[in-house]
């Protein structure tokens, strides 16, 4: 248990104090640190997820409880049951197998005391925490402990992650491009949980793609659009989309590109106040509407803070945000303006980040991890890609209005509002594709003047 603090104590010190380094001395922070990161994920992602690193420093034997109370019963159950897991992690790990009428199955297992040890953890996390808090008084982490306490027994509830798996299928049952595995209640537990077995590659391996054949820049949309519909729309967000967690194949039968959607455990559920607010603030950001970008950030809590809320949201340069997000794509010198000036914002990103609702904290972590698989694909956020958030914004806004007026002309003022709000998008996208193709051809045309001639 000593060597074990020990260790946490070191990683998460070393998660939540490297933020105050450069209080002593910039020489002690290499930019490259900073690198693949923009304005706040250099904070923001290491505090929401150093809970994640809690339970990933453990010493876990192999197998678990579960796993060999199953073992006796193992050829009852199971045809075929691997000993080597598919993958593990630091709840749980996943073996496949082949139930008695022929059905192939992920066994999720939870490791060994991984319930009894988590308050342990947690109570150590707030120590550690408020020691930093006494070194460092401009940094703001309690609500760090706070958001630990509340998901992660929801994560170690397999039973919970279940429904969560069910009804966000259920959500996005109109997106044939998303698979989510089917869930086989009679044989799962809070601890075991058994699902359909699907097989692909992780979505950031680009040469899995090539192989197959998959479109890099299509997935990449899909995801897009997955996650637009859940933020904007549903207010249901799956918080945990690591490459291992998203994979993509060529569905059996069709050919076509798919995603599946994996570990339902860590969900966020927006509320209506802060998810049409969020709403309104992507819809001002991606329209270049300053005044309402200052307004609803505000309202989001940022306060004077709002153009770091909005570089942190966007991961874009301010100078980007007010001259239009969708309008340039990033490039290498803005990369570099934001990573050489990230440390000197690391204050005021504790500050914001203690003020803005918890909500929040969870959508920062979803925003970076995609970011991250953009960046593994070599794509990045287009405008094709804002204006399908902004069709989310649209319709998310327009069905609370709808929900919330008893006049049938009203709701029929605001039915054709959308329609031709929607139809603006497209008409904009058609532009912005007709344009594509014209460059396209000047650039062919152009390499075929320049090219000499055959012999």
């Known amino acids: 248990m000593a060597r074990r603090a020990l260790q946490l104590a070191s990683w998460t010190g070393a998660a939540l104090a490297a933020s105050g380094l450069y209080l002593y001395s910039n020489k002690y922070l290499?930019?490259?640190?900073?690198?693949?990161?923009?304005?706040?994920?250099?904070?923001?992602?290491?505090?929401?997820?150093?809970?994640?690193?809690?339970?990933?420093?453990?010493?876990?034997?192999?197998?678990?409880?579960?796993?060999?109370?199953?073992?006796?019963?193992?050829?009852?159950?199971?045809v075929s049951f691997d000993d080597t897991?598919?993958?593990?992690?630091?709840?749980?790990?996943?073996?496949?197998?082949?139930?008695?009428?022929?059905?192939?199955?992920?066994?999720?297992?939870?490791?060994?005391?991984?319930?009894?040890?988590?308050?342990?953890?947690?109570?150590?996390?707030?120590?550690?925490?408020?020691?930093?808090?006494?070194?460092?008084?401009?940094?703001?982490?309690?609500?760090?402990?706070?958001?630990?306490?509340?998901?992660?027994?929801?994560?170690?509830?397999?039973?919970?992650?279940g429904r969560n798996a069910?009804?966000?299928?259920?959500?996005?049952?109109?997106?044939?491009?998303?698979?989510?595995?089917?869930?086989?209640?009679?044989?799962?537990?809070?601890?075991?949980?058994?699902?359909?077995?699907?097989?692909?590659?992780?979505?950031?391996?680009?040469?899995?793609?090539?192989?197959?054949?998959?479109?890099?820049?299509?997935?990449?949309?899909?995801?897009g659009k997955i996650y637009s519909e859940m933020i904007f729309v549903n207010g249901f967000v799956h918080c945990d989309p690591h490459p291992g967690n998203v994979l993509v194949r060529k569905r059996p039968g069709t050919g076509k590109a798919e995603i599946v959607l994996l570990d339902h455990g860590l969900y966020q559920v927006l509320t209506d106040e802060f998810r049409l607010d969020y709403c309104h603030l992507w819809q001002s950001l991606i329209w270049t509407d300053m005044e309402k970008v200052k307004k609803y950030s505000q309202r989001l809590g940022a306060g004077d803070l709002y153009p770091l809320f909005a570089c942190m949201l966007t991961a874009r340069s301010w100078d980007s945000v007010n001259r239009g997000i969708g309008q340039a794509p990033v490039t290498a010198t803005e990369d570099a303006e934001i990573r050489n000036n990230a440390a000197n914002y690391l204050p005021q990103i504790s500050q914001l980040l203690n003020h803005v609702p918890r909500q929040m904290l969870l959508i920062f972590k979803t925003n970076d991890l995609l970011r991250g698989i953009e960046a593994a694909l070599g794509t990045r956020a287009s405008a094709s890609s804002f204006l399908n958030m902004s069709r989310c914004c649209i319709r998310a806004l327009a069905a609370h209005k709808k929900k919330n007026t008893c006049s049938f002309f009203r709701r029929t003022q605001i039915s054709f509002r959308e329609a031709f709000n929607l139809w603006q998008i497209n008409l904009h996208e058609l532009i912005l594709r007709v344009k594509g193709l014209r460059l396209a051809s000047w650039v062919l045309a152009l390499l075929c003047r320049l090219l000499p001639t055959s012999y």
């Open 30 to 78: 290499d930019p490259n640190d900073f690198g693949a990161v923009r304005v706040g994920r250099a904070v923001a992602t290491t505090a929401v997820i150093s809970y994640d690193y809690l339970t990933s420093l453990r010493s876990v034997p192999y197998g678990s409880e579960e796993y060999l109370q199953l073992r006796s019963k193992i050829h009852d159950l199971f």
């Open 85 to 161: 897991p598919l993958g593990a992690a630091s709840l749980a790990q996943v073996h496949k197998a082949v139930l008695r009428d022929g059905r192939t199955v992920a066994v999720k297992v939870q490791h060994p005391k991984v319930q009894a040890q988590s308050s342990k953890d947690i109570l150590l996390m707030e120590v550690l925490v408020l020691a930093v808090k006494q070194l460092f008084p401009e940094f703001e982490f309690m609500w760090l402990v706070d958001e630990a306490k509340k998901n992660l027994p929801l994560e170690l509830d397999f039973l919970n992650e």
């Open 166 to 223: 069910e009804k966000v299928a259920q959500m996005l049952k109109h997106f044939d491009f998303l698979k989510v595995p089917r869930i086989y209640w009679e044989l799962s537990t809070k601890r075991v949980l058994l699902m359909e077995f699907v097989d692909g590659g992780q979505v950031n391996d680009r040469d899995y793609m090539e192989r197959n054949k998959i479109d890099v820049n299509e997935i990449s949309r899909h995801l």
